[in-house]
């Protein structure tokens, strides 16, 4: 598996978890991370958005059509050998990922959320992580403030 | 016989004269009234507020949370629309007894509020998200 992790700042633990055991499914033939551009920190919170894009793996497979609707044909069909929904489900089996907070069509969710209080000091912040898995090619949710 | 009818005659078109007065003088009100009453529901100043990536967004901006103006005594029509998929969020402005209800991802809600008649800086917040989604409205003098 290819991994290209250009347009990420290394930020986020579970990105990092998550990316390691991405690295184990053998149908996934490309994986990009990015840094997402909603990140931002503040006093009380540091939010880390990051997006990671899967490209599958291709399997040919043969079929068999009719040629104007008479001709008995074989046609050889290329096609991933995984959707967003497989890749789901093998998910939800791993250790230290589980199912995503949030699932559809075209995006896996993933939000950890933790408090961290700095040694000696009574005050922490929150570190909340959100991760968007795609598919790639997809469009990224990370829309214009279009309504 | 005559004279009476010709006065009975003289009260019917009186009677139609002021009924037609009456008439116009309504009709004139109305026209006169009715976009006094329609500018009183549209002049409220329109805010929209888009939530995505755990923040509020003004419509069409890309602060995060930004500063909100408005005008001392100002009618506000908010509509906040949740475009974070996944998390259902709210608009509450303590300090003005304002709070929607939780609006799910790609639904929106609208609230209409006066500003209150003295300036000062109030906080706007989601409640379940609110060390994120955190920010502040600014009244400013009526003029």
Same mark, same amino acid.
């Given at each position: 598996?290819?991994?290209?992790?250009?347009?990420?700042?290394?930020?986020?633990?579970?990105?990092?978890?998550?990316?390691?055991? #991405?690295?184990?499914?053998?149908?996934?033939?490309?994986?990009?991370?990015?840094? $997402?551009?909603?990140?931002?920190?503040?006093?009380?919170?540091?939010?880390?958005?990051?997006?990671?894009?899967?490209?599958?793996?291709?399997?040919?497979?043969?079929?068999? $059509?009719?040629?104007?609707?008479?001709?008995?044909?074989?046609?050889?069909?290329?096609?991933?050998?995984?959707?967003?929904?497989? #890749?789901?489900?093998?998910?939800?089996?791993?250790?230290?990922?589980?199912?995503?907070?949030?699932?559809?069509?075209?995006? #896996?969710?993933?939000?950890?959320?933790?408090?961290?209080?700095?040694?000696?000091?009574?005050?922490?912040?929150?570190?909340?992580?959100?991760?968007?898995?795609?598919?790639?090619?997809?469009?990224?949710?990370?829309?214009?403030?279009?309504? | 016989?005559?004279?009476?009818?010709?006065?009975?005659?003289?009260?019917?078109?009186?009677?139609?004269?002021?009924?037609?007065?009456?008439?116009?003088?309504?009709?004139?009100?109305?026209?006169?009234?009715?976009?006094?009453?329609?500018?009183?529901?549209?002049?409220?100043?329109?805010?929209?507020?888009?939530?995505?990536?755990?923040?509020?967004?003004?419509?069409?901006?890309?602060?995060?949370?930004?500063?909100?103006?408005?005008?001392?005594?100002?009618?506000?029509?908010?509509?906040?629309?949740?475009?974070?998929?996944?998390?259902?969020?709210?608009?509450?402005?303590?300090?003005?007894?304002?709070?929607?209800?939780?609006?799910?991802?790609?639904?929106?809600?609208?609230?209409?509020?006066?500003?209150?008649?003295?300036?000062?800086?109030?906080?706007?917040?989601?409640?379940?998200?609110?060390?994120?989604?955190?920010?502040?409205?600014?009244?400013?003098?009526?003029?």
């Amino acid at each position: 598996m290819e991994l290209d992790t250009t347009n990420w700042s290394g930020e986020g633990a579970f990105t990092q978890a998550l990316l390691d055991v #991405l690295g184990t499914v053998e149908q996934i033939a490309l994986l990009r991370v990015e840094d $997402a551009t909603s990140s931002r920190s503040d006093v009380e919170f540091n939010f880390i958005s990051n997006e990671l894009f899967v490209q599958f793996g291709n399997r040919e497979r043969r079929v068999r $059509a009719k040629m104007l609707g008479i001709i008995p044909v074989t046609r050889t069909v290329t096609e991933p050998v995984m959707t967003v929904t497989d #890749l789901e489900r093998a998910m939800c089996e791993m250790d230290g990922v589980g199912p995503p907070d949030y699932a559809d069509d075209g995006m #896996l969710q993933y939000l950890r959320t933790e408090r961290i209080v700095p040694p000696y000091q009574t005050r922490g912040y929150k570190l909340v992580e959100l991760v968007r898995i795609y598919e790639a090619g997809s469009e990224s949710r990370e829309a214009p403030n279009d309504v | 016989m005559r004279a009476t009818e010709r006065a009975g005659r003289r009260h019917g078109t009186r009677g139609a004269v002021a009924a037609v007065l009456v008439a116009a003088v309504g009709l004139l009100c109305v026209v006169l009234l009715l976009p006094l009453t329609a500018s009183t529901t549209d002049s409220a100043r329109e805010i929209t507020l888009v939530i995505r990536n755990m923040a509020f967004y003004l419509e069409g901006g890309t602060e995060p949370n930004p500063t909100i103006r408005v005008r001392a005594g100002e009618e506000v029509r908010f509509t906040v629309l949740n475009r974070d998929p996944g998390f259902a969020h709210n608009f509450v402005v303590d300090a003005w007894d304002l709070e929607t209800p939780f609006i799910e991802t790609e639904a929106s809600t609208t609230v209409v509020v006066r500003a209150p008649a003295r300036p000062g800086r109030r906080e706007y917040v989601c409640t379940p998200h609110g060390k994120m989604m955190r920010g502040v409205i600014e009244v400013v003098g009526g003029d």
